[in-house]
Every structure is written in structure tokens, then in C-alpha cells.
């Protein structure tokens, strides 16, 4: 395997949103001396890749007139249960609408209203034209020279020294190349975790998921393997989505005023409460009442609003689109919708997701972790939820300012040489295995499917309703072991099987983490999200942070005072 060496003043990893968004605010960023060299390295390709490869049809995160960020940081933690990190949320809050204005001026198609002004979606939303939001960030990447972008690169591990970031390793997806950067400071922008349980359609159509397929907890996967802390990982998210296409309901609840109903017209909301984990919590109920299927439906259609809401998901979920245009076809023998417009519902598997939650690293105010000069953003970055698009492309610009900091001030020293060197030879050691064994007893696929059957009957998965107790944990906990040590002993006969092994690889050491977090919680505070059986209730003396490191092979636990939006936070240990 051909080994190739880089050398980056700054190293992202991760081309979605926030990875795109840091290379550009990074390349633009006025800093002492010659211009920053920067390396953006992604799995897949920047023009398509990470949570809006396919698009989206709003800006969910955004600061309406009259409002101010408190307001948001007031709105995210009352949906959170209070389990939040108030100075990222602040912090992120106030970037929010600059992030939109420079989609805008890249070139995205923001809708406006009457007055010239943006068409708003409710006080915290704003209508786009989103399905080129990728291939614009792309472009605004390439066209800033001091930007080295590697696509098909899959980064495994990072490289460090003394609880330090020296750079990171990775491998080609196409080609026997192993990558070798060298960076005094690091963003990870990899984005959460999919694919941990069991999805509602698996088999042929296993990537019809809510969350990107190819979001595998990788950054975070290395981060604990490094010694990185994490936090807030049993914060799980479970979507409400439009049954079949796993397409999102915001479109049409807010967009055509769709309330939940119940089989009996029922609207069963308020019932149960209104947040993101109650809105899933009161679906579930209904169904196990025997009062489903439910649905989301509007009272009445107004003038165009099929057409506009057909136009909002070919924007960002076409499937949707082409599902009702298939019913209408055939129930009435033509393709005229019924007169209001709606889908039925269901929850998904669970996600890692801290752009929607708040699980990931347990970072400072400036979005550094506990492995000094690595930084997170995004989906990767815990203590922040409800941040979406702009939200997460404004962690990005944060973690930018404090990284190019970082590296001004801790430049990568000589004597760092033979300690990547050493790391990268077992790095190459590890990889060379899995492409020389003669043969394997299983595949990455059918190791995956024991995880995903595996967490979904014990960890709280759809087949569960999402409840579990300590026993299944610990039972969940065996076979995750018991799969880790197989996937030792697998083979790929190519770059691209090697891949998935390592996909594979990072979702197992997630799990496990994951595991130790919903044991710790000793409550059921977002019960949409999940429910601990033997501690159905939500407890005051439980807002706090359950955190993790692992050590020695065994994940680590430990709790964290709240911080507030007033406070500033820095590592201390």
C-alpha cells in the first residue's frame, strides 16, 4: 500500500455542512502571517455527501424578527428536558443568521415574503430552495485556493501524543493509498450515528433511513478511542416521520397546519404534550392503545397547497412526493390527491445525533474537546441540540476561530515525528491484515445485522417500543463484546470492504458507549426517545450531564454540573 504524507496547518474531517462551512470560513479567516493550509478530507464526495446530500427545504434554526437568541436557547433546552449546554447554545444562536445570509450570498435560494424580507416558517424557521445546498458549498470549497480537498478518503484514526492531537490516518475508498496527515489542530465535522439498530424497513431497503446511511459515528468512534470524554450519548433521537418514505413531518405540520390524529380523527397532541420526544411519545401510545394507525393531516387543503407541499419534498425527500402521487394513482384511478393533505406516521430507529439532540464530545465553549487541539462542530459536537443547517455551520465557524488559534500558538514539533510514525505503521499493520487473511468466517454485513438485531431487542430499539431495562442493557452489552471481538478476524478483498469494516468497527465501539450512558441515566426523561423500565420517571437530582471516557477497555463514567448560557466553560481536567 502506497503511503502519501500531508502537512496542513488545519485538518477537517468531514466534508457535510460544517466541514464545507469551516474550510471556507477558515481560508477566509485574517490571521498574522501567510495564509493557513487547510485539509478537508472526505469519505464520499463534498458535492453529495453527509446529511444533505439529497437536500432540504427549510433553514430550521434561525432567528425571527422581534426574537432574540435567548429566545432559541430558552426554546432548545425546554424541548431537551433541560439537558443542555446554554453557552453553546447561546453561542451558536447568535451566528445563526449571518450562517443564513451566507448561504445566500453563495448562491442558495432563500424564499421571501410580501416585504422583501424572508418567508418565515413560524419565529425560528425560514423557506429555501434547498436541493443544491451541497454542490454550493462544494463549489464555495473549491474555489478557495489554500483548500486541499480529499474525497474518498476514510479517515480511521486520529494520530496524538500525550493526550494531543498530532493529525490523523486514514485510507482510500478506491485506492490502496494510505493517507497520512500532519496538522497541530483538528475539526472533526464526521457528523453523528446511524445504523446502530434495527430500521424500520430493513433487508433491501436497510438505507431508507431518516439520518444519512454513511453517518457512522466515526468521529466519535476514534474520539473514544483516544480518550476523548463524550456526553449526553443515551440522549437518543427518535424522529417522527411519514410512514414508508421516513420523509420529515415539519414540512407538513407547519407548512399546511397538519395536526396528529389517531384512526378515530382524534387529535391526540396536547394529550401528551408537544415537545420533539412527546410528539413521538404520543404516536406510540396511540398505537399500543389501539387507536392507530396515526396520522398527519391537515383540516382543510388550501389553494395549491398539494402542489406546494409536492415542490417542498422533491426538495428534500422526493420519495414522499412520488408516494402520494402512487396512492392517489391507486385508490382513485387517477393522480388528483385527496382534498387535505396528510401521511401516516411512525417513529425511527434511534439515532447518535447532536444536532438534534445533544449527545457527542464534551467540548469548551469553543468547541474544543478534551483532546487538546481537536475540535468538534456539527452533529459530532454534544451539548447543543436543535442546531440543523445554519446551527451547525455556525459551531463550524467558532471551532475555526479557536482552532487556527491553536495552532498558531501550539505548533507541531519535531519530536512528534516518530510518534505519528509509530502510530501509522500500526495503523498500516491493522489495515494490511484485514486486506491479507486468507478468509473469514463472516462478512461486515451479516456482523452488522447481529448489532442492529442486537440493540434493537435489548437496547430499546422499534421492536422494544424503545423501553428497556438494566438487564437487557447488560445483555445488549455481551453481544456488542462478543461482535467487537469478531470483527477482528474479518477480510476484505478490496479498499471499499476495508471501509466497511471500519463502519462497522466505529458503530460497535459506539454502541458499547452508548450502552453505558443508558445504564447510567437512572430516569426516563425524554421518553419518546426511550424509557428505562425500572425508572419511568423524569427526577430533578438527574439534570445533570452523564459523560464517559474510556479506559483501560471499559467505558468510565462520570457527571457534570449544568452550565449555563451566562457561563463560559473550559476544560480544567
Known sequence: MRIRHIDADLLIIGGGAAGCYAAI??????????????????????????CLAAGVNAI???????????????????????????????SMARRLNGTVRALEEMGLLVLKDGAGGYAARGWRNVRIRGEN???????????????????????????????RIRGAVGFGVTEAVCYVFSAPAVICATGGAAGLYRPN????AGHALWYSPFNTGAGLAMGILAGAEMTTLEMRFVALRCKGSIAPTGTLAQDAGAEQL????????????????????????????????????????????????????????????????????????????????????????????????????????DRQTTLNGLFAAGDVAGGCP???????????????????????RCPLSPASVKARDSSVREALAEAERFLRRPAALFTA????????????????????????????LAR???????????????????????????????????CRSLLAHLEARRESRWPGFGEYAEYPEAEDRWLLYVNSRLRAGEVRILFRDLVGKDERYEHTH
Not at 201 to 204: A, E, H, N, Q, V
Not at 392 to 403: K, L, P
Not at 463 to 469: E, F, P, S
Not at 479 to 506: F, K, N, P, V
Request: charged share 25%; glycine share 10%; aromatic share 8%.
Open 25 to 50: 470560513r477558515a481560508a477566509r479567516a485574517a490571521v498574522p502571517g501567510p495564509a493557513p493550509r487547510i485539509a478537508l478530507v472526505e469519505k464520499a464526495h463534498i458535492e453529495r455527501s453527509g
Open 60 to 90: 430550521n434554526a434561525y432567528i425571527g424578527e422581534g426574537r432574540r437568541p435567548e429566545d432559541y436557547v430558552d426554546y432548545a433546552s425546554r424541548d431537551a428536558a433541560g439537558i443542555v449546554r446554554g453557552d453553546l447554545l447561546l
Open 133 to 163: 445546498i451541497k454542490p454550493l458549498l462544494a463549489a464555495a470549497v473549491s474555489a478557495e485556493s489554500s483548500v486541499a480537498v480529499f474525497n474518498r478518503v476514510n479517515v480511521t484514526a486520529y494520530l496524538t501524543e500525550d493526550n
Open 201 to 204: 424497513s430493513p433487508g433491501f
Open 262 to 365: 389517531n384512526r378515530l380523527g382524534e387529535a391526540y397532541g396536547e394529550r401528551y404534550g408537544l415537545s420533539t420526544a412527546e410528539r413521538v411519545y404520543g404516536t406510540r401510545r396511540e398505537n399500543a392503545a389501539g387507536r392507530g394507525p396515526c396520522f398527519l393531516r391537515a383540516a382543510r387543503a388550501g389553494s395549491g397547497q398539494w402542489e406546494a407541499l409536492c415542490r417542498s419534498y422533491l426538495n428534500m425527500s422526493p420519495v414522499q412526493t412520488l408516494q402520494w402521487v402512487e396512492e392517489a394513482s391507486a385508490f382513485s384511478g387517477n393522480v388528483t390527491p385527496p382534498p387535505a393533505p396528510g401521511a401516516e406516521i411512525e417513529g425511527t430507529e434511534p439515532y447518535v445525533n447532536g444536532g438534534h439532540c445533544a449527545g457527542g464530545y464534551w467540548v469548551d465553549s
Open 386 to 408: 436543535q442546531k440543523y443547517v445554519s446551527g451547525a455551520m455556525a459551531e463550524a465557524e467558532i471551532a475555526v476561530f479557536a482552532a487556527l488559534d491553536y495552532a498558531r
Open 445 to 472: 454485513d451479516q456482523l452488522e445485522e447481529a448489532m442492529q438485531q442486537s440493540m434493537d431487542s435489548y437496547a430499546g430499539g422499534i421492536g422494544a417500543q424503545y423501553r428497556y431495562n438494566g438487564a437487557q
Open 476 to 510: 445488549a452489552g455481551d453481544r456488542i463484546g462478543q461482535l467487537l471481538r469478531l470483527s477482528e478476524a474479518l477480510r476484505a478483498t478490496d479498499m471499499r470492504e476495508l471501509m466497511r469494516i471500519y463502519e462497522l468497527r466505529e458503530r460497535l465501539i459506539l
